[in-house]
């Protein structure tokens, strides 16, 4: 007569109580029926430590001995063993030396990724990036060392550029301006390395347009809804026929929410777009002087004008 029985999920069970919770003796390595008793599995594995752990005790050293998770990105040294400081007489040799050395076990070019690694997170921490963004990013800074393709160049410099390029494949791009801001490296030099990387990866990234940054722009300057809309709208027609060409996409996008406020009762001056996009002032007169001949065309069917289009400001 079997012991115990399983259904269709595979769940051991006792075959009289199928729905009688199991109770497991830890100590013999069974599990009991709670209902009738009967012994319906023996020898199960313990899968707990094997030792206990008294937080308040020894300063909460725990006995484990597995070590943190492994690194993928290092080249395994994040596994070495380290021997700890000798105390007891045995340690020290005739002389007072030690006689276990510890060899300096990590090896300069993990010690260059680590640091690398660090100052990615830190900046992604800065402007608030998400982990996909950082792992990208990690990923990318090691291909770029693994190759020695950019020897010479700043690893910190490198890093940004991994960061900006990581943004842009992840559909959610930052300007150059934006990471300079996090950065210890100045514009130009993030640019070349940017340019570098994407031709020693043999890798692209995908254009940026006007609505990758127009619902940021339009949150960091508190504009409602109805603005946003407005302004994607204007942007994205001004591209599409044409009245804004050579003009970057985050200098039609600052032009697009200048107007589009500026016809709202949520009216935003150049200075405070330009702040918060990262462009000067002359920028943003340019484009919108280009758009503003065609405003009539520009904003949406729908939108609730509070100033009327003849009464924009005229630069």
């Known amino acids: 007569m079997a012991s115990s029985s399983r259904n269709d999920t595979n769940k051991v069970c006792c075959y009289a109580h199928p729905d009688a919770p199991l109770i497991e003796d830890y ?26 752990t008294f937080s308040n005790e020894k300063a909460g050293v725990d006995p484990s001995r597995v070590g943190g998770p492994e690194n ?23 002389f007072g030396a030690s006689k276990y050395q510890n060899r300096r076990t990590m090896s300069s070019s993990d ?28 990923n990318l800074f090691k291909q770029v060392h693994d190759g ?18 990581a943004c842009r494949q992840e559909g959610v791009p930052r300007t150059f301006k934006e990471i300079c801001a996090v950065s210890k490296i100045s514009k130009k030099e993030i640019g070349r390395c940017f340019k570098l990387i994407l031709k020693a990866l043999e890798t ?5 347009t006007t609505g990758d940054f127009m619902s940021r722009f339009c949150s960091n300057l508190g504009l409602p809804n109805m603005v946003q809309r407005a302004a994607t709208h204007i942007a994205r027609k001004a591209v599409e026929i044409d009245i804004v060409p050579g003009r970057s996409p985050i200098s039609v996008a600052a032009a697009a929410i200048y107007m589009a406020s500026q016809a709202s009762e949520d009216k935003k001056s150049q200075k405070e777009i330009g702040d918060i996009a990262g ?28 100033t009327p289009i003849d009464q924009l400001p005229q630069m």
């Open 148 to 165: 020695k393709n950019l020897k010479g160049r700043s690893n910190d410099a490198i890093a940004s550029a991994c960061l900006y390029i």
């Open 72 to 94: 993928p990105l290092l080249n395994g040294s994040d596994l070495s063993t380290m021997i700890g400081p000798g105390t007891g007489a045995a340690s020290f040799d005739a």
């Open 279 to 306: 462009v000067a002032d002359v920028t943003i007169r340019q484009s919108y002087k280009l758009m503003y001949q065609h405003a009539a065309k520009l904003f949406p069917e729908d939108f609730k004008f509070a």
């Open 27 to 52: 100590r013999a390595g069974d599990q009991i029926c709670s209902e009738c008793g009967l012994v319906v599995g023996d020898r199960v594995i313990d899968v707990g430590s094997e030792w206990r």
């Open 111 to 138: 010690r260059t990724l680590i640091n690398a690694f660090r100052e990615i997170n830190g900046m992604a921490d800065r402007i608030n990036l998400p982990k996909t963004i950082v792992d990208r990013a990690n």
């Open 204 to 208: 692209s990234v995908d254009l940026i």
